[in-house]
């Protein structure tokens, strides 16, 4: 150790050492930062970091060895050979570029130690190639524990920071330890090195005269290392930059939505966080918040397709975006759904005025290349002047306002309510108690007959669905469906509707028919089919006997999906009927499409049929349609004598409604099913 010191305080020039100790540190500092990302990069990329910190780090152990070289102070006249100093540049940069291939390339936990130990000996190995470019008047003797010292020194404390240097990207304390542990590697190396040596002065041997003198080979090393130094900032500054862009991009792209170019989802999430810091820590401080949910856009999407569809939205934002005005904001954060904010606001009919202006600017004609559309749109409202000053709550309450104004016949824009929030509660309870329902035994079926209009004989019963709450008593479908369809709670339901209808079906001693209504989530599952025929082979009632009848809207979503699942159902002997016909815009498409066993028509183009010319138009040419189809065709909601006599007048093949009786329950229902076939007439109700 003293001897190391001695070497270091007697032999050298102090400035040149903190010159040489200078260029080492800023060589390092940057040599960390480039090979450090390594790892996070690849193919062309890698290779280019690769050489360059390589050349960089190279660079930087051959400078700060000459530099000190040109430190020591012998006492005597010295040069250096050119090509063997020369080489060694060459061993240090091809060397450490041994070392950062192995960081780079390596897959296992003990590669960057490795790593490092590469980088120790090609240290050591440009450190004494160097020296052999040390010309001087005598021979130079080694003393071999300082020179194994050295190479010890330099291949321990790299192998130490080249594991810093794989978590360098983490924190900065981790880089600044791994570019001080590379400096302690060159330099510990290069003065345990330089005290090995001992000089045996001779009068026989003469320094060339044509060598690298000092001078010369101090700009030599401060033109090299000055250039590639150059060449690294510049190179790190680019990387930081395209890797700032690239983290702009990416914040951009995950706060704002691809289509429209509008904040999304995620910025809006962010912006409330930050708003209602504001709101508490301000009592003076306004919001209010919009929702705005279009209407008629599912209807483009499936009359024109979903790229005009894209182009509705992005005129519908452009025009939002062109209503913003000074502490106003609006973000896209579903398929049709946008949310307005807007602060500094003194009167609730500001607010209101920003949303009038809003759904004026959606409303317009939209006039795209070969077309012109029109959406509507529904605007829900909460301020912070009275609905509360938690801006998730506001949000929560401008959507319950935003489903209150599509709910409403010309009401667009809607304040919420304390009535909507009562509403919302009513909702979630009826939710959980519709989960429960199965299990707790509340749900029943009941049977309406379906006759034939010629004999009036019944031909089956279609299974509806009844539901006795054990403290609201009998819920209406009506009320309990559409929430069962939303929840995804309808599946469950159909499944036990449908098991329920074949069990009872398959005990009737006559082979009448059961009709089952099948919702659109069902027909998406892709075990509906499986489950069908395991209801059936389970309960023994035959596929011939079964009938599902499906709407058009279920059809529309996924027609392919649809039109397979029904093959399949045929297949077994499945019947299948088209419920509510008449009421979609796809009607004719659709039986041309689609196996059906029947049309039903719907209730509403019967009620009053033989007084209502319309409606007797639209079920003249039904009926004459499915003639030609060779589809029977059945009429729902007969309820007077002359409705009757008028579709038998018409041709058609089965009825069914009030006329023949209201739904029954199942022992009503017995009464008939079992009952001898000679003796079954059924009576008006």
């Not at 900032?233 to 429209?260: G, K, V, Y």
């Not at 007077?640 to 006599?645: A, G, M, T, V, W």
């Not at 008939?672 to 079954?680: C, E, F, V």
């Amino acid at each position: 150790m003293y001897r190391i010191l001695d070497c270091i305080t007697l032999q050298h020039n102090y400035g040149l050492v903190a010159v040489a100790a200078l260029v080492c540190v800023v060589g390092a500092s940057l040599s960390v930062r480039l090979t450090s990302r390594l790892n996070g990069t690849s193919g062309r990329r890698r290779l280019v970091q690769l050489g360059l910190s390589s050349m960089i780090a190279g660079a930087t152990i051959w400078s700060t060895h000459f530099i000190a070289m040109l430190a020591y102070e012998p006492g005597f006249e010295t040069g250096y050979e050119p090509l063997v100093t020369g080489v060694s540049l060459l061993i240090a940069v091809l060397g450490v570029l041994i070392a950062n291939s192995i960081l780079a390339f390596g897959q296992r936990g003990y590669t960057a130690s490795a790593a490092g130990a590469a980088f120790g000996l090609a240290v050591s190995a440009m450190h004494y190639t160097g020296m052999q470019a040390y010309l001087l008047p005598g021979a130079i003797e080694w003393a071999p524990e300082y020179l194994a010292a050295s190479v010890l020194a330099g291949t321990g404390l790299a192998a130490c920071g080249y594991r810093f240097i794989v978590r360098s990207n983490r924190n900065r304390r981790n880089w600044i330890i791994a570019s001080a542990l590379l400096v302690c590697a060159i330099c510990a190396m290069h003065f345990t090195g330089m005290s090995a040596i001992e000089v045996r002065l001779s009068p026989l041997i003469q320094v060339p005269q044509k060598v690298i003198s000092d001078t010369t080979m101090g700009m030599l090393i401060f033109g090299v290392m000055g250039l590639i130094l150059l060449v690294g900032f510049a190179s790190a500054s680019i990387e930081t930059n395209l890797e700032s862009e690239a983290r702009d991009q990416l914040a951009h792209a995950a706060l704002h939505d691809p289509l429209t170019s509008m904040p999304n989802r995620m910025w809006l999430t962010q912006y409330l966080t930050g708003l209602h810091q504001r709101l508490q820590a301000d009592k003076t401080e306004r919001a209010a918040i919009l929702t705005i949910d279009l209407n008629l856009f599912k209807e483009v999407n499936d009359l024109h397709g979903h790229a005009v569809g894209d182009k509705v939205l992005q005129a519908v934002a452009g025009r939002l975006t062109s209503q913003q005005g000074p502490n106003e904001h609006i973000a896209r954060v579903g398929g049709d759904e946008f949310v307005a904010v807007k602060q500094g606001f003194r009167r609730i009919e500001q607010v209101l005025a920003f949303a009038e202006r809003l759904h004026a600017s959606i409303i317009d004609p939209i006039d795209l290349d070969h077309i012109s559309v029109r959406v509507g749109a529904a605007i829900g409202v909460a301020t912070s002047l009275t609905d509360g000053r938690d801006p998730r709550d506001l949000l929560h309450k401008s959507d319950l306002a935003m489903y209150r104004a599509k709910s409403e016949p010309g009401a667009s824009i809607c304040r919420f309510s304390e009535e909507m929030d009562r509403q919302s509660r009513d909702k979630l309870q009826l939710v959980h108690d519709l989960r429960q329902a199965g299990a707790g035994g509340q749900f029943e079926l009941a049977y309406q007959l379906q006759n034939d209009l010629n004999t009036l004989d019944p031909l089956g019963f279609e299974v509806l669905l009844r539901w006795n709450h054990p403290t609201r008593g009998r819920v209406s479908p009506a009320e309990f469906i559409p929430i069962a369809e939303e929840t995804g709670l309808i599946r469950e339901i159909g499944h036990w509707v449908l098991r329920a209808a074949c069990t009872e079906a398959a005990s009737w001693p006559h082979p009448y028919q059961v009709a089952v209504n099948v919702a659109p989530q069902q027909l998406v599952q892709p075990s509906f089919v499986e489950d069908v025929m395991d209801i059936l082979l389970e309960t023994g009632l035959s596929p011939e006997r079964l009938e599902l009848e499906i709407t058009e809207s279920s059809i529309i979503d996924d027609q392919a999906h649809t039109l397979k699942v029904m093959h399949q159902l045929k297949s077994y002997g499945v019947r299948i009927a088209m419920d509510d016909f008449g009421t979609g815009y796809s009607s004719l498409a659709t039986l041309q499409t689609f196996p059906f066993d029947k049309i039903k028509i719907d209730r509403s183009f019967v009620r009053g049929v033989h007084k209502n010319e319309q409606s007797a138009a639209i079920v003249r040419s039904t009926l004459l349609l499915g003639a030609a189809l060779k589809i029977p065709v059945l009429a729902e909601g007969v309820e007077e004598e002359d409705e009757l006599i008028f579709l038998q007048e018409e041709k058609c093949t089965s009825v069914q409604g009030f006329y023949f009786g209201r739904p029954m329950s199942q022992s009503e229902m017995r009464l008939i099913a079992w009952q001898d076939l000679d003796a079954t007439q059924p009576k008006r109700a």
